[in-house]
Every structure is written in C-alpha cells, then in structure tokens.
C-alpha cells in the first residue's frame, strides 16, 4: 500500500460523483487515507460505487463515521457472464433497502468489453432497472459504446418511471439530449480533457446547467496531465476546470451547480 502525499487539486466545495475505493485499494492506494484527506481539504461529498454484491460488508465499513460519503450497490456488465446471477440479484435486492444505500449502480451495457453476448446484459441492466424502480433509488449507468442499446433497454420502461446518472459520459450531444430528456444526470469524468474527446466537449457545452455532475471513476481515467496515473478524488479538480473553461463558468459557479445537482438527485 502506498503512503503518501496525495496531490489535491480540488477547491472546497467540489465532489465526486462516481469512485470505486475498493479498485483504488487494488491499484494500490490506501482508499481511506487519500479519501480523508480530500475532505479534509474540502471535498464536499463523494459517492462510492458498486460492481458486485460480494464486497457491501468491506464498503459499508468504510462510510462509518464519514457522513460525506455515500454508496451504491449494483451488478457492473462485468458480472453479466456469471452462471450466479439470479443469487446476485436477490442479495442485491436485500441490500437495496441498507440506510447506507442512496442508488442502484453501476449498471448497463459493455459493447467495447463484451463481457457476455448483448442478450444478456441487456436482460441484468432490465432487471436491475425494475429494482430501481421498486426501491425507488435512482441508477448509476454504465455506457461503453453502448447508446443504441442503453436506449432500447430504457424504452422497455415508462419513461418517467426511473432516472438517475449516465457516468463518466463518453458520448455525443445528441445521446445527452435524450438522456436529459428522460430525467437523467450527466457526469462527466477525465476523459472529457482528453485530445481526441470533442464529440464529448460538444456534450458538455450542451446539457443543461441543472443536470451537470463531475466524477473521477477513480482510480481510472485519470485527467491530464495526469493521464497514466492512478486516478484519485483528489485530481477531481482538472475536470471541473476544463468544463467550467468549455460551458465559460467561473469554477465557483460550477462548484455550487453541481453542489446543488448532486443535492437534488440523492438528498444529501
């Protein structure tokens, strides 16, 4: 485990949208200590997504005595190939109604990994919709090349029956006008400081103030200059700058937007 000093380029006042402190600790970060240190130079809130059921127990620990941190519990597409998955499915039915639990996710549909043919993933990210609409959580989606997809599986529901955040948004203008109009967030990631990301600039000049969120996806997709690197919340910093410089916002206005954002989705 690494110990360090942690860069932290962040102002108070911003969040994290989507980090996975469980990958952070297998990269080799300490997850813990470089999260403490975040809020303890004012990172406002951070939301620690699930992939699996079957580590609830190691990451409800961690949110003990850290009111600013927030989980989620779902079934990535990377488990879509597992022969368990009806016993997946009911654990996370039970964790759905856990105190610490504020929505279901991630979920959705792999097109670039292919972790199990279409069919069936398809199928998970539809069930794991209807828990959402059940439990009356919001959903964190999962989207990789996957927008046809993503959008005939939403289309099998009401359109005004679940809502919640496209993470780490990699598409174009056009698919983040239809999420917008469905009652989704959009949350953008490092990738949006990436050279060849304009299709994803255009995006995020586009949707509506009121539906903006910032993410790391920590520890991936670390933003430049720190591509390469181990993402953590700290660099979280570099993506509120580059929206903010692409929408023409000072990043305290940002800042209080996404706040606000954030506050409106999950209630915190």
């Known amino acids: 485990m690494q110990h360090h000093e942690y860069e932290l380029r962040l102002t108070p006042g911003m969040l994290d949208s989507h980090l996975h402190l469980s990958e952070i600790e297998r990269k080799g970060l300490d997850p813990l200590a470089v999260l403490d ?5 004012g990172l406002d809130h951070a939301l620690d997504i699930g992939i699996t059921t079957e580590d609830f127990e190691t990451r409800r620990a961690r949110v003990q005595n850290r009111p600013k941190l927030r989980l989620t519990a779902g079934l990535h597409p990377v488990t879509s190939g597992r022969e368990d998955l009806d016993t997946l499915l009911a654990t996370l039915e039970l964790l759905l109604s856990e105190p610490e ?46 927008d046809d997809e993503i959008l005939a599986v939403l289309n099998e529901l009401a359109s005004d029956s ?6 780490c948004f990699s598409s174009g203008p056009e698919f983040a006008a239809e999420v917008v109009a469905r009652g989704f967030y959009v949350s953008f990631a490092g990738n949006l400081t ?11 000049r586009a949707v509506p103030a009121e539906r903006i969120l910032v993410e790391t996806d920590a520890p991936y997709l670390a933003p430049m200059p720190r591509r390469g690197r181990t993402n953590h919340p700290g660099l ?10 692409l929408r023409g916002l000072s990043e305290e206005y940002l800042i209080a937007q996404v706040r606000e954002n954030y506050r409106a989705l999950l209630g915190s």
């Open 236 to 245: 979280i910093g570099y993506t509120y700058a580059a929206l903010a410089e």
């Open 194 to 204: 990436y050279k060849k990301a304009d299709e994803l600039r255009k995006a995020a």
């Open 101 to 146: 639990v504020a929505a279901l996710g991630e979920t959705g549909v792999d097109c670039f990994r292919m972790y199990a043919p279409l069919e069936r993933q398809r199928w998970l990210f539809l069930k794991q919709l209807r828990l959402a609409q059940a439990h009356s959580l919001p959903v964190v989606v999962h989207n990789r090349d996957a």
């Open 37 to 41: 240190a975040c809020f303890s130079a």
């Open 162 to 167: 679940i809502h919640g955040i496209m993470h």
